[in-house]
């Protein structure tokens, strides 16, 4: 896992670039928790009721759903600190031994207009490859967001890659409008660091 933001600058052109970008974003700092997507090959659904915004993805990558899962949640903590320590500082434990009821904490590197968010894992299942969480608290809420909550499935497609889909469902606080192009924003951007991932896993086909 060493010098993994060198190897990724290596293999992809664009990758600094917009990485760069991202740290500046407020909707991406709220987004980047959740880090699954790719910017084509997906499908998306949009449901709004009074005070809540369901989004429904589901995405598609060259690389087996058993790595990626690894990778973007068991391994979050270690992995995507080096990969974007731009927009991230670091992932720590603030409560609880990695399963249900575990809380934790990201804090957004200096610089960011945010400082953290903290996370509540729901359930974690490796063998189905499905996790569940629920976004608590942070500054990168912005006063507009009660919680969001997560569910994020893995499953292997005939090419040898893998299909994820997430189910994201915002809660606003009463008299807030969350705005659809704030959301999709976020998803856009908080793909290029999916992309990030992808590009080394696909370099390091041992990691």
Known sequence: MQSIYA????S?????????????????????????GSPSDHFQDHKE??????????????????RLFKALI?????????????????????EGNGGPGTIKQLNFAEGSQ??????????????????KYTLIEGDALMDKIEYISYEISFEASPD????????????SKPG????EEEIKD?????AAVFKAVEAYLLANPDA
């Open 12 to 36: 992809t052109n664009t990758t600094s670039s917009s990485l760069h970008h991202l740290t500046h974003s407020k909707v991406f700092q709220f987004q980047l928790i959740h880090l699954l």
């Open 186 to 190: 976020g998803k856009e951007k908080a």
């Open 160 to 171: 040898g890659g893998c299909k994820s889909k997430n189910v994201s469902v915002y809660h």
């Open 114 to 131: 945010f400082k953290y968010v903290k996370h509540r894992i729901d359930e974690l299942d490796k063998e189905k490859m499905i996790y």
């Open 74 to 94: 068991l391994e979050a903590d270690s992995l995507l600190p080096k990969i974007v320590p731009q927009a991230i500082k670091s992932i720590e434990t603030v």
């Open 176 to 179: 807030v409008e969350i705005k």
């Open 7 to 10: 190897s990724i600058s290596q």
């Open 49 to 66: 009721n009074m005070g809540v915004v369901t989004y429904t993805d589901e995405l598609t990558s060259p690389v087996p759903a058993p």
